[in-house]
């Protein structure tokens, strides 16, 4: 269903200028005709067909040199992530780290794969019974300080009942809801933000 709905909103973003037709390989074609023609360089070339010889999904490459063979493995890999996309096409690619797994499964792991200490803010958008433990878990791994930020969405509707009794009873955080409508809707919904104390 998401893939359905997001594949109509990256088109919206690229109608206006749709790149260049798959932009790898014309980047590929440029390098290959400056070392055909101008200065010789140690690509893999485009003689040697890896593409024929390989079809990836994970892939460990040892000497980039200049990014030719990147660019070439890279292209052969799976379709990127709609979401991905439409957030390098906004050029915030190097600002983002998208994580493609569970939010319980990860959590516990963002100080030692991500090497974050302690989050600001923390955007809970997701499925709507994962947002009372998910704020357990990010309190028990110490990822949150004082002054961190909760700010939940969706919590009148589809609401969150579990989520909002618990941040507003809690005397660890500081609450408050913004009332506003369900996204181009007329249904009531809104923002609570919670600020953590501890
Ligand atoms: O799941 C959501 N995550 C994050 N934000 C959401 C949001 O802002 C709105 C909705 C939403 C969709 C359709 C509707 F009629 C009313 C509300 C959902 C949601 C709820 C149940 C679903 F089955 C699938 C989507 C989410
Ligand atoms: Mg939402």
Known sequence: WHEIIMEPILDTLTQSTRPQRRPSQRVIQAIDQFCRQKEWAMNVGDEKGMHHVVNPATVLELGTYCGYSTVRIA???PPTPIARQIIAW???QDKVQLVEEASGDWIPKMRTEFG???FDLVFLDHWKDRY???TKLLEDCGLLRKGSVLLADNVIFPGTPEYLEYVRSSPQYESQYFQSH???TKVEDG???S???D
Request: aromatic letters at 10%.
């Open 75 to 77: 292209s052969l890999l």
């Open 90 to 92: 906004a050029g915030l």
């Open 116 to 118: 974050v200490e302690t």
């Open 132 to 134: 009372l433990p998910d």
């Open 182 to 184: 369900l996204e181009y």
């Open 191 to 193: 923002l609570e933000k």
């Open 195 to 197: 600020v953590y104390l």
